[in-house]
C-alpha cells in the first residue's frame, strides 16, 4: 500500500524530497518496497492543493517553475484548494505529514503546533525543524508514544548525515558519555579560510555570504545560536537526559583575530568552534565555544563547511563522524530515510 504524504511547507528542503522521490521511485519500491503518493501539499506563500487520490507532482514542480503559485495545479474532480496548515494535517488522507515550514526557531512555531495536530490525529511527522525538537522534545516526543506514531528529525542536527540515528541503531550498548562536534559549517568554512589564507574573520564571512553559505544576518551562525539547539537535541536524543537551550553556555567565533589563528599554528592546534556535552553526576554540561584543537584530533581535519561529530563511549571508545550539514539533496535525504524507517516499522508490523 502507497505512503501518504501531506506537505506542510513546500521550499527548497521539501522540493528536494518531492525530486528525489520522483528520480528514487522504482529502486526504493524494488529494494525497499517503499512507494509514496503525495496527497497534499500547504505552503504559506505559494497555496494549497490536495486530492485524496495523490497529486502529480510532476505537474506541480512546473506549475511552482512557471508561476510560483499552486492554485494554478489543473482543476480536476476531487481536487481542493485553500486550506491552511491545520485543516491540511487534520482532514487529508496522509498517513505521514512532511513538516518543512518557515518556522521561528525562538519559538518553534507553528511546527509544534503542526506536530501537535499531526500526532493527535494519529499521524507520523518527519522534520527538519530545529526549533521544535530542541525546545519540546520531551513534550512531543511523550505524546507521539502515546499516539503509537513515527516521529522523525535526522535532518535537525546534520542533514542527511546520520548524527541521530548512527548513535541510537549501531552504537546501542554503549553508553555515549560526551559529545565534541562541529554542528555548523558557516563557521568552519570562515575558520579554515583565516587559517589557510589568511583573511580577515570579515573578509572570511563575505565569502562565505558570496557562497551561500551565511545569511545575510550571520549572527545565528557566527554567535553560535545554531550549534546551541543542535546539541540540545543531541544531548535529549541521544545521551537521554534532558537539557533546555538555556541551559547551553554560548560563544561564538567574531572575536576570534588572526593573531589568535597564528597562535593556535605555533602550538600544533586549530581552531574551532566546538558543541559540546559532557554527562556528569546528576546531570548534563554543555558548551558551545571556540576552542584551540590539537591537530591530532579528528575534529582538527574536518575543513570548509562540512560539520562532524565525535561520540565518546563507554565500551568502544571516541567515534567519529563526519559530512554535510546542510544542502537541497543532503537535507532531502534526511526525510527520506526517516521515511524509510517507517516503512521498515510497517512491514514489521506486517509480519
Not at 514542480?61 to 508561476?67: A, G, P
Not at 586549530?270 to 554543555?286: H, N, P, Q, S, V
Amino acid at each position: 500500500m502507497a505512503h501518504k504524504l501531506a506537505f506542510i511547507g513546500f521550499g527548497v528542503v521539501g522540493q528536494g524530497l518531492a525530486e528525489i522521490l520522483l528520480d528514487k521511485k522504482e529502486t526504493l519500491k524494488k529494494n525497499e518496497g517503499f512507494e509514496a503518493v503525495i496527497v497534499a501539499i500547504s505552503d504559506l506563500q505559494k497555496g494549497s492543493i490536495y486530492h485524496h487520490n495523490g497529486l502529480d507532482i510532476d505537474k506541480v514542480l512546473e506549475v511552482l517553475k512557471e508561476t510560483g503559485s499552486l492554485e494554478d495545479y489543473p482543476q480536476s474532480p476531487g481536487l481542493v484548494t485553500g486550506w491552511d496548515s491545520i485543516k491540511t494535517i487534520r482532514e487529508t488522507n496522509a498517513d505521514t505529514i512532511i513538516e518543512v515550514s518557515y518556522t521561528d526557531v525562538k519559538t518553534g512555531q507553528p511546527a509544534i503546533d503542526h506536530c501537535k495536530a499531526a500526532f493527535e490525529g494519529g499521524k507520523n511527522v518527519v522534520m527538519t525543524n530545529k526549533g521544535p525538537v530542541a525546545l519540546a522534545y520531551q513534550e512531543l516526543s511523550e505524546l507521539a508514544d502515546k499516539k503509537g506514531v513515527f516521529w522523525g528529525f535526522e535532518g535537525t542536527v546534520m542533514s542527511g548525515t546520520p548524527a541521530l540515528r548512527m548513535p541510537i541503531t549501531t552504537l546501542a550498548g554503549n553508553e555515549i558519555t560526551e559529545i565534541r562536534g562541529i554542528l555548523n559549517g558557516t563557521t568552519n568554512y570562515i575558520l579554515t579560510k583565516m587559517e589557510t589564507e589568511g583573511v580577515s574573520y570579515e573578509e572570511a564571512l563575505k565569502e562565505a555570504q558570496d557562497l551561500g553559505y551565511a545569511e545575510a544576518d550571520p549572527t545565528s551562525d557566527v554567535e553560535g545560536y545554531d550549534a546551541r539547539y543542535k546539541i540540545a537535541i543531541l544531548a535529549n536524543h541521544v545521551m537521554n537526559v534532558p537539557l533546555t537551550v538555556e541551559e547551553v553556555v554560548c560563544r561564538g567565533i567574531t572575536d576570534i583575530t588572526l593573531m589568535d589563528i597564528e597562535e593556535a599554528k605555533s602550538e600544533g592546534k586549530r581552531w574551532k568552534l566546538l558543541a559540546k556535552a559532557r554527562k556528569e553526576e546528576g546531570g548534563i554540561i554543555a558548551t558551545i565555544c571556540p576552542e584551540k584543537v590539537d591537530v591530532t584530533d579528528p575534529l582538527a581535519s574536518i575543513n570548509g563547511a562540512v560539520n562532524a561529530i565525535t561520540y565518546v563511549c563507554d565500551l568502544l571508545g571516541p567515534v567519529t563522524l563526519s559530512g554535510a550539514g546542510a544542502g537541497k539533496v543532503e537535507t532531502g535525504f534526511s526525510l527520506l530515510i526517516d521515511l524509510i524507517t517507517i516503512e521498515r516499522k510497517r512491514q514489521v508490523v506486517k509480519i
